[in-house]
């Protein structure tokens, strides 16, 4: 395959997946943007605008088109989903076979340590590798009491220092960031900037006019962008901000494995860590080795979690009760009232 769907990430495991659609004369290429109906395609021939009729495919999915219609998607590696808007009962995909996703943590302010807990859940419950990125080094008097306090919460990902300003930490963060990569962050941390040195491209102009389909300009941006030195591709949708939790029971123990390590020297199976004997995560709490605020964190992490399931549950139940009701009251009318309806048309 060529060397362009390559820099997209395409590899010998994506080629075996997508041979049944070689044998069909289908194409493969990666999507890197979706619209209502229509997407951006990347093929080893170049970009391409497909029409699609499913509603699942999104922004780094790997995809078979035939023509300019997109056939089939394949298998995703990994998804970053969170918590649909209001008014939907499932979780949205913001991105697919991400391989990285990077927490970006600004060390200009007091670090909002549940915060980069909640996205380091959603990380790990992604299936990518989570990566936090301490920013604006430059502008903190104590990056090593930042670090000391990021370091806590890490459990299991790797930190890296960086200023975008002074140029610190960038090769670093550069090697810890290959493959499909996305920043993840609230407004302000830096993840523009950050973007613009990973990538070389500065992607507040990254809007290019296009003509579309039907002969009009429009302006689109690209939402996969090459990583400098052909190692990976940034993601940037928009939408990756305020970020809540959907279905990620599992990456919450992920995220807070060094708790559930403790949890299993507790005299009881099923202790909560609160005043039962014998319990393990209280007495490394009252011995200094874990931060109570860690213990909290987690119980309001996994309180979130369940009760983001428990509205979608309820919000489905209520959709169908609603529903149920137009229909009796459909039925009544027609019965009740049969023929006149029918003898004023
Ligand atoms: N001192 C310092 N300031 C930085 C650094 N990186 C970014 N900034 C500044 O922080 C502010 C926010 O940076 P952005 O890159 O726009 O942050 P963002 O996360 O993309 O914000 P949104 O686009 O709102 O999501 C800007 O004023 C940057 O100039 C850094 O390494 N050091
Ligand atoms: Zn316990």
């Known amino acids: 395959m060529s060397s362009s769907l390559e820099l997209f990430g395409w590899d010998s495991t994506w080629a075996d997946a997508f041979a049944p659609h070689a044998a069909g004369g289908l194409t493969p290429g990666r999507v890197v943007r979706v619209d209502r109906g229509q997407c951006d395609v990347i093929t080893a021939a170049g970009p391409v605008r497909a029409e699609f009729t499913r509603t699942d495919v999104c922004t780094g999915d790997w995809v078979a088109l035939s023509g ?130 990973l990538t070389g491209t500065d992607l507040a102009v990254q809007d290019v006019r296009e003509v579309d389909g039907k002969g009009r300009h429009t302006t689109v941006r690209r939402e996969m962008i090459p990583l400098r030195g052909g190692r990976g591709v940034l993601i940037d949708t928009p939408g990756l901000r305020g970020v809540g939790l959907y279905d990620a029971e599992d990456g919450l123990h992920r995220a807070f494995a060094d708790i559930d390590a403790l949890a299993a020297d507790c005299r009881f199976g099923d202790c909560a860590h609160g005043s039962e004997p014998g319990c393990a995560v209280r007495a490394a709490i009252d011995a200094g080795l874990l931060p109570a605020r860690r213990l909290d964190s987690y119980r309001k992490l996994i309180r979130e979690n369940e009760w983001a399931a428990a509205r979608t549950d309820a919000r489905l139940r209520s959709e169908l009760r609603s529903r149920e009701r137009a229909f009796h009251k459909a039925y009544r009318n027609q019965f009740n009232r049969p023929g006149r309806d029918r003898r004023t048309r």
């Not at 990125?133 to 459990?155: F, G």
């Open 68 to 197: 300019l219609y997109l056939h089939a998607v394949l298998p995703r590696r990994t998804a970053l989903v969170r918590a649909a808007a209001s008014g939907l009962s499932h979780g949205q995909v913001l991105a697919a076979n991400v391989d990285v996703v990077a927490v970006i943590v600004p060390c200009t302010v007091e670090v909002d340590l549940g915060r980069a807990e909640r996205l380091l859940a959603l990380a790990w419950e992604s299936g990518a590798r989570p990566v936090v990125v301490l920013t604006k080094t430059d502008a903190c008097p104590d990056v090593a009491r930042v670090r000391e306090q990021i370091d806590t919460v890490a459990v299991g990902a790797d930190v890296v220092a960086v200023s975008a300003v002074a140029g610190d930490g960038l090769d670093a963060l550069a090697d810890a960031l290959t493959g499909t990569v996305v920043l993840v962050g609230q407004s302000g941390v830096g993840k523009s900037t950050l973007a613009t040195a």
